[in-house]
């Protein structure tokens, strides 16, 4: 009694081709089973909810919040229940109640962050006017740097130069890891006894996983340093940063499996940094890249965006969070843009935790639960010209912003929706600002630019690499 569909292969499965997207998979399979269909993926059984309202209701159902048990997804919690993003159960309502309450506090979505992002941008913009006008350039790692920064701040009361020898490497550790993730480390996450059966030289340095453990203990060394330096450094009565924030928690909680791994280290300490830096950063800059992108390909919206800023902004400050009412044109800009984008085009995996009935269909405990969200950004009974980049897709008749869509869902829905969105929104507002504030976007003379990915994209759908000339305007 699972929803309409196939198991497929004995072993494989229905495995997706990875010569078309992950989403035209799905439409394919949609046609012939309806809005929800069973399908599988090695080992893994496989709901896939196609439809809006079935995927805020299935979101919302208290036992499908759990996760897969993906190697890459536990991979940085060593295999353990640990942090938000991977974790279930009484850890993840802890530690998320937890990471809500203090990024709250730190002013996510509130003004008392603006001048932190406001530096970083102004950095940003600084640092592209002095290498990149007047000429094709890649918008290449100094973006990751300054938005990796914010979380630091957030985190550990700490910035990099744009320059600095660490962060570029962290940046460039973190970009590995996505490319390594969605490569060929695919087949171990649907084939989890592959771990076991292959021989280490195979799954080190074919499939990378070397690269991985290599990477993981690397940023773990450096989030342990920062977490020592917090600890001979902590004032109870004046707490800096969400660190001292979680080492207070964790002295006044009894609590065993909250905040500390079993094993009593500082598991849970480093899978909720590392939760903050992979979800809060490449996000964020991988949007900017393609915010920059669209604006290069649509010269006449780009214009409109300078029309808005040059109306409202005087041009010896940065545009501020006060501004934004009067700029509903650039948020709705920046909506489209996580529209046709996608970026997560199938969210993060859900899982069942226990037996489910759903809509009349029997799910059983450990069944991946997947949400297509490109497909309800590409639904024509949402949107008016779902494969175009249409900003109006956002205004009311009376041109106000109306950011609550049916059909949109970049940040996912429900009890595990992205807990970053206010902060994300901001950042993404301030960023692209300050950016298009200061310069023209074009593409290089004689080239067509494209919006087009690398269908093996399935978790994190980035544009290819591309150059722009930048134009200063003042
Ligand atoms: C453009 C930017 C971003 C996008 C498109 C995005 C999207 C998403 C999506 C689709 C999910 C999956 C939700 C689910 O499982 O149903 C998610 C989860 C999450 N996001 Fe974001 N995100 C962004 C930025 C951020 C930022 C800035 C942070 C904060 C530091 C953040 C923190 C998280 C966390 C901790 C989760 C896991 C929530 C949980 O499992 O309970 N995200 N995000």
């Given at each position: 009694r699972m929803p309409p569909g196939s198991f497929g292969w004995p072993i494989l499965g229905e495995l997706p081709s990875r010569s078309i997207s992950i989403t035209e998979h799905f439409f394919n399979l949609r046609k012939k089973r309806g809005p929800i269909f069973t399908t599988k993926w090695g080992s893994h059984r496989i709901v896939v909810v196609t439809d809006y309202n079935l995927i805020k209701k299935a979101f919302n159902h208290p036992d499908i919040q759990g996760r897969p048990a993906f190697f890459t997804f536990d991979l940085f919690t060593h295999?353990?229940?640990?942090?938000?993003?991977g974790s279930h159960g009484s850890v993840w309502t802890e530690n998320r109640r937890f990471m809500l309450r203090h990024l709250r506090d730190l002013g996510m979505g509130k003004t008392a962050l603006e001048d932190s992002i406001q530096q970083e941008a102004e950095m940003l913009v600084d640092h592209l006017d002095k290498t990149c006008v007047g000429k094709p350039a890649v918008m290449d790692v100094f973006f990751n740097c300054a938005v990796v920064n914010i979380i630091w701040q957030m985190l550990a009361s700490k910035r990099y130069g744009l320059n600095d020898e660490v962060m570029v490497r962290y940046c460039t550790r973190i970009e590995e890891e996505m490319a390594i993730f969605q490569g060929p480390m695919f087949l171990v996450d649907v084939f989890p006894w592959l771990v076991k059966v292959l021989p280490s030289i195979i799954l080190n340095k074919v499939l990378q996983a070397e690269i991985l453990y290599r990477n993981r203990d690397e940023i773990h060394l450096m989030f342990k340093q920062v977490i020592d330096d917090h600890m001979a450094t902590l004032d109870p009565n004046n707490p800096r940063d969400v660190i001292d924030q979680l080492l207070l928690e964790r002295a006044h909680r009894d609590a065993p499996d909250y905040l500390t791994a079993e094993d009593g280290s500082e598991l849970d300490f480093k899978s909720i940094m590392g939760n903050m830096f992979s979800a809060g950063s490449e996000t964020i800059t991988t949007t900017l890249r393609w915010m920059i992108l669209y604006m290069a390909i649509n010269p006449e919206i780009q214009a409109k965006v300078h029309k808005c800023l040059d109306e409202v902004v005087p041009k010896d400050r940065l545009p501020s969070l006060n501004d934004r009412n009067q700029l509903q044109y650039v948020d709705a800009v920046l909506l489209e843009v996580l529209r046709v984008s996608s970026l997560t085009p199938i969210s993060l995996l859900h899982a069942t935790t226990a037996d489910v009935t759903f809509e009349g269909y029997d799910i059983p405990k450990g069944t991946v639960v997947l949400a297509c969200a490109e497909m309800c950004h590409r639904d024509p009974a949402h949107w008016k010209h779902p494969d175009k980049f249409y900003p109006e897709h956002f205004l009311d008749n009376e041109g106000k912003l109306d950011g609550k869509k049916e059909g949109f869902l970049p940040f996912s829905i429900g009890r595990r929706q992205c807990l970053g969105e206010s902060l994300a929104r901001m950042e993404l507002y301030l960023f692209s600002t300050a950016i298009l504030q200061r310069f023209t976007i074009e593409p290089p003379e004689g080239v067509v630019l494209s919006t087009e990915t690398d269908p093996s994209q399935m978790q994190h759908r980035a544009p290819k690499p591309y150059e722009v000339v930048l134009k200063r305007r003042m």
């Open positions: 295999f353990k229940n640990a942090g938000v993003i």
